[in-house]
């Protein structure tokens, strides 16, 4: 890894904890059963609190033969441009749920995301942390 990706990944490393941390707040205070963007939108305002730059929603575009194609991917949540959180409310996570985010760290460039999963009794249960050792 060179030297600006290691700095890349050690900030989303520091920064995942700070989101894990806020994910917890988020599930103490509301519990499982809600849906998906009722998660998202405590999560974000938990962020704002806790000073995280973040971008709710960005498009990811599909590069296909030296164009941009919008494909409809959406981002939840992209942290200071280093880490993306993928946001759940399911009864489990499956592979497709990781493939998902894997893709999304493909097409980004990124390579730390988090799946959270707030449909669990506790929240320890539900994040997942994957990475993506693509090479660009």
């Known amino acids: 890894m060179q030297a600006r990706g290691r700095e890349q990944y050690a900030r989303a490393d520091a920064l995942s904890n700070v989101v894990i941390g806020s994910c917890i707040e988020v599930h103490q205070t509301l519990g499982p059963g809600l849906l998906e963007s009722a998660y998202e939108t405590c999560l974000c305002r938990e962020l704002s609190l806790r000073n995280v730059a973040f971008e709710r929603q960005r498009a990811i575009p599909l590069r296909y ?18 880490l993306v959180v993928e946001i759940k409310a399911v009864e489990a996570l499956t592979p497709l749920h990781d493939a998902q985010l894997l893709t999304y760290l493909k097409l980004t460039g990124i390579s730390l995301g988090l799946l959270v999963n707030f449909n669990v009794p506790r929240l320890s249960q539900g994040i997942k942390r994957l990475v993506n050792n693509h090479r660009t």
Not at 65 to 82: M, T
């Open 65 to 82: 033969k030296g164009v941009d194609v919008d494909a409809g991917y959406r981002l939840d949540i992209i942290v200071d441009d280093v």
